[in-house]
């Protein structure tokens, strides 16, 4: 999920690189929380927020904004009418007012519907982060987080401690991004995103053994994404691995062409001698007679 895209939260800074990576913001795709969409039901406010999403997804935003706000006008109390406010704002790039909208929803929801309270307060989260508000973004994710918890959710919970790393790299603080990324793999070991931003975090830190670990499995669990094919080379190229790297950032050129990843490695492929099977050595200059 990557509509509800993040501000650059970080940037690389490799001196002890063989060459120079240009500053790049950190390959990591973000989740779009916007598309946590309620079980499916007969209730009538979960069909109109259906439609109403769906509006949003087909590419027309400004009408799901107006179904969106002419339904808040009629139902203010209703909490779905808030949720979809709140991502046809977040697809309109005005984070403030959707984080405003969300977190009016999670105050609609039942209190006694945790994982609602849960994906509200994840929501408004990454509203907050992506209007730079990181410590804003710390508290509403950490909350978020609790109520999942309590309502026995770890697997919601753990995708939202992905979030709070996120959110905590903003920050600045990568010991608790790193703790948090711990609870999301051991909690679920198949989110190939946790491992992803785990490998990321573990270069950064200049971990590169354990990034490379990681790094593997985020690629076994996701095997067709360029963000990870681009890590994959920047881990590789910092471990001295200039075949592996070349070959990972040529798979994210392949895996999606016209994409920023695509671009990035065409960058970094630039800067690295070809390899030694492209270059076209002379023949050796044939023997001169001597007189």
């Not at 706000?69 to 984070?95: F, I, K, M, N, T």
């Not at 099977?277 to 044939?286: C, I, K, S, T």
Request: glycine fraction near 4%.
């Amino acid at each position: 999920m990557s509509l509800m895209l993040l501000s650059p939260f970080a940037v690389l800074t490799m001196q002890a690189a063989p060459f120079e990576l240009p500053i790049q913001p950190l390959p990591i795709p973000r989740r779009d929380r916007a598309e946590q969409n309620a079980e499916p039901t007969e209730d009538a406010a979960l069909r109109r927020l259906a439609t109403c999403l769906a509006t949003i997804a087909s590419g027309n935003p400004a009408e799901g904004l107006g179904q969106a706000r002419s339904w808040v006008a009629q139902e203010p109390g209703l909490a779905e009418a808030r949720h979809c406010l709140g991502v046809a704002l977040s697809q309109s790039g005005d984070y403030p007012a959707a984080r405003r909208a969300f977190e009016a929803a999670r105050s609609s929801a039942e209190p006694t519907n945790a994982a609602a309270l849960a994906r509200y307060g994840a929501l408004a989260g990454n509203s907050a982060l992506a209007a730079g508000d990181t410590e804003a973004a710390v508290a509403l994710l950490s909350g978020a987080e609790a109520d999942a918890l309590a309502t026995q959710r770890p697997d919601l919970a753990a995708e939202i401690a992905i979030d709070r790393a996120v959110a905590l790299l903003s920050a600045g603080r990568e010991a608790e991004a790193a703790s948090a990324l711990q609870y999301a793999r051991e909690t679920n070991a198949e989110d190939g995103q946790a491992w992803l931003l785990s490998a990321t975090l573990s270069r950064r830190m200049n971990d590169l053994e354990r990034a490379q670990i990681q790094i593997e499995r985020a690629a076994a669990l996701l095997p067709r994404d360029p963000a990870t094919a681009l890590e994959a080379g920047t881990i590789a190229i910092l471990s001295g691995r200039e075949d592996a790297a070349r070959k990972s950032w040529q798979s994210a050129i392949d895996l999606a062409p016209q994409s920023a990843e695509a671009e990035t490695a065409r960058t970094y492929i630039a800067q690295i001698a070809p390899a030694a099977a492209e270059v076209q050595v002379p023949p050796p200059a044939p023997p001169q007679d001597t007189p």
